[in-house]
């Protein structure tokens, strides 16, 4: 074994063309026995043309695998099994495995067979496993998860009607420390004729119920919450031996279906994710396994599915989540690029809700980066002009780019290449004129910043200056910075989840 895994890893590093036109002969041309030790070559020749770019060679290797699994050899017919699903599968490769299950004596192949049939099986797997009585050794919702993501791998529908919504409870999440602000964006569209009513703030989600039939569009106009989840109910004792059958019911439930018959262009896949990093694959397979028995049109995938079943394990009980994976987000239309340490698109909404909003404002990111609090904020409306300023004419360009991308009329945008204390050399950025500033500067966490302190310094002076009375300053301050000058005064301050680490969202009214 510890042969075969030193051979694969030297013959891994060789390129396509070294391995099919030197390796290859010499295995071929070896005799029984030496082909035995020479298996890792089969595995090599797997990893390396799953993803060349040599199609025409490739082509000749997949007729060589399938060659493979005729060979007198069970050791080399597994290798070929193990290597085959990295080179897509046909039919004729499924027919033949189908075959090594019926024909072969070893256990061990037949295992080998039955896992490459999960991943590669078709119509041919689906009618064995129909005219099969025994056990057969793959798993039947692996293999109808397989045929279902070829034939229709689907995707979720944005604008397909929910008319039964009565006592659905729906998770928004968002980052840690801006549940309040959600939650005031729900509550302000409800005012003004949407159709979700708040419920209830927990923990890092807000919790929203349906006020009439409802299209996931609708519910993607709300702009300060990450990912959606509509709740599928919950599992008391999770650690118990009852949870994994009470987990499958939920998943296989009617709700699940309905929510998935509306929302979803093709077959309904899921992934299954348990929050907190413990590897849970058997307790997966394990629950995937009853789900299907429980509804077998619901199939367990994690590959390219529509949907995320998510399971928030707490000590008393586990909740259960149906989450659309809406992608791309259509929130996002207007971002056709991003700078690298792009501002979460959440967190941006949400600092845009938070400054609130005066006449005619006149908008400066003096970090602007790829532009996102820019836009955001002038997705709200009544806005006047747009200001950006980065350091980085490559992000600048990126701005002007999403900026005209979001089509945001009446609104005026002007982006300079400049550092933000130079502020006296743009015309829109002249004393008293600007209404709000808006920003997540650079934090020194990714990208080094020599004198972070002196930037904040800098930037508090440049606030005061510039800022109209009543203008507001809100930006990440991640060191303990505070203005000087007392006309700005703090109005809010919170820790906010930026992605692994908390930071300080702050705002400064200039009085
Ligand atoms: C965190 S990124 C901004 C991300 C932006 N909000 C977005 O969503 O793409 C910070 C930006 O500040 C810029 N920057 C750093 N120092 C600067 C300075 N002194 N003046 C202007 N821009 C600066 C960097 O080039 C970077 O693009």
């Known amino acids: 074994m510890k042969a075969d895994n030193d051979l694969y890893r030297k013959l891994r590093a060789l390129s396509a063309t070294q391995l099919w036109q030197e390796e290859v002969p010499k295995f071929n041309r070896a ?73 072969s004596q070893v256990d061990r192949e037949k295992r080998k067979a039955g896992a490459a049939l ?45 008319d039964r919504y009565d006592t659905l409870r729906i998770s928004l999440r968002c980052r840690r420390g801006l549940e309040a602000t959600l939650a005031e964006e729900v509550k302000d569209a409800e005012a003004k004729g949407g159709k979700f009513r708040l419920l209830e703030v927990r923990g890092s989600h807000v919790v929203v119920a349906a006020k009439a039939p409802f299209t996931l569009a609708e519910l993607y106009q709300l702009r300060c919450f990450d990912t959606v989840g509509f709740g599928l109910g919950r599992v008391r004792d999770p650690q118990s031996s ?102 979460h698109p959440p967190i941006a909404a949400c600092m845009a809700r938070l400054a609130g909003r005066q006449d005619n404002e006149v908008i400066w990111d003096p970090f602007c980066g790829s532009g996102l609090e820019l836009i955001e904020s002038a997705i709200l409306g009544d806005v006047k002009q747009l200001v950006g300023t980065d350091l980085s004419e490559s992000a600048v360009a990126m701005t002007k780019a999403n900026f005209a991308a979001a089509k945001l009329a009446g609104v005026k945008g002007a982006f300079y290449t400049s550092d933000f204390r130079n502020f006296n050399a743009i015309p829109e950025l002249a004393r008293g004129k600007v209404s709000l500033i808006i920003s997540n500067p650079p934090l020194g966490r990714r990208v080094r910043v020599p ?34 000058d007392k006309s700005l005064r703090r109005t809010y301050r919170q820790e906010v989840d930026l992605g692994g680490y908390d930071c300080k969202m702050e705002m400064y009214v200039k009085i």
Do not use: C
């Not at 496993?129 to 529908?157: M, T």
């Open 31 to 103: 005799s029984d026995v030496d082909r035995q030790r020479q298996v890792g070559l089969i595995r090599a020749v797997g990893v390396v043309f799953s993803t060349t770019q040599h199609l025409a060679l490739k082509a000749e290797v997949v007729v060589w695998m399938k060659g493979l699994l005729n060979d007198p050899s069970e050791k080399v017919r597994r290798y070929a099994m193990a290597a085959i699903p990295k080179l897509g599968g046909d039919v004729e490769s499924e027919k033949k495995i189908l075959s090594i299950i019926q024909t």
């Open 118 to 162: 999960e991943k590669i099986a078709g119509e041919e797997t689906l009618k064995a496993v129909a005219g099969k009585k025994d056990a057969l050794p793959f798993s039947e919702h692996k293999v109808r998860a397989n045929v279902a993501r070829r034939d229709g791998p689907g995707k979720i529908r944005m604008d397909s009607i929910l």
């Open 242 to 343: 009852d949870a994994i059958a009470g987990l499958a019911q939920l998943i296989g439930s009617e709700l699940t279906e309905r929510l998935m018959s509306h929302y979803t262009d093709g077959s309904w896949r899921y992934r299954l994710a348990f929050s907190g990093s413990k590897n849970r694959d058997e307790e997966v397979q394990e629950i995937a396994k009853a789900a299907f028995k429980v509804n077998a049109k619901i199939l367990n995938d994690p590959i390219e599915a529509p949907w995320s079943i998510d399971v928030f394990v707490a000590p008393t009980a586990a909740i259960v989540e149906l989450r659309p994976k809406v992608s791309p987000d259509p929130r996002l239309a207007y971002r056709l690029n991003a700078v690298s340490a792009a501002s």
């Open 451 to 484: 004198n972070l302190h002196g930037l904040f310094e800098d930037l508090f002076k440049v606030a005061s200056e510039v800022l109209r009375p009543g203008g507001r300053l809100i930006f990440v301050n991640p060191v303990r910075v505070e203005p000087q």
